[in-house]
């Protein structure tokens, strides 16, 4: 059985929702469509404050290809802010 590779979110997304990244952060259309139409919805109507709503937890149903595309866009968003 093939195993599905995975990259490590950036830290970023150990905090950030899925709702915080796709309007706070320059991500691809698709990408943004996604976070929305797919991820948000599992978040559920209540946030807490205590991770379990971090886009870090639904990073599994993201592709490799996305996951990258997310750790680029979280590096050019923290060097843009000077962290």
């Known amino acids: 059985m ?23 952060m320059e991500i691809p259309d698709e990408i ?3 976070l929305w139409n797919d991820i948000v919805p599992l978040q559920g109507e209540v946030i807490a404050n ?5 886009l870090a ?5 993201l592709t490799l290809k ?3 595309a997310l750790n680029i866009a979280a ?6 802010q000077g962290r």
Do not use: L, M
């Open 2 to 24: 093939a195993t599905r590779r995975s990259f490590r979110p950036n830290p970023i997304f150990e905090i950030w929702r899925a709702d915080e990244v796709a309007e706070c």
């Open 32 to 34: 943004y469509a996604k």
């Open 50 to 54: 205590d991770g379990s709503w971090c």
């Open 57 to 61: 937890k639904y990073w599994g149903k």
């Open 66 to 68: 996305e996951q990258i």
């Open 75 to 80: 590096v050019k968003h923290n060097k843009e």
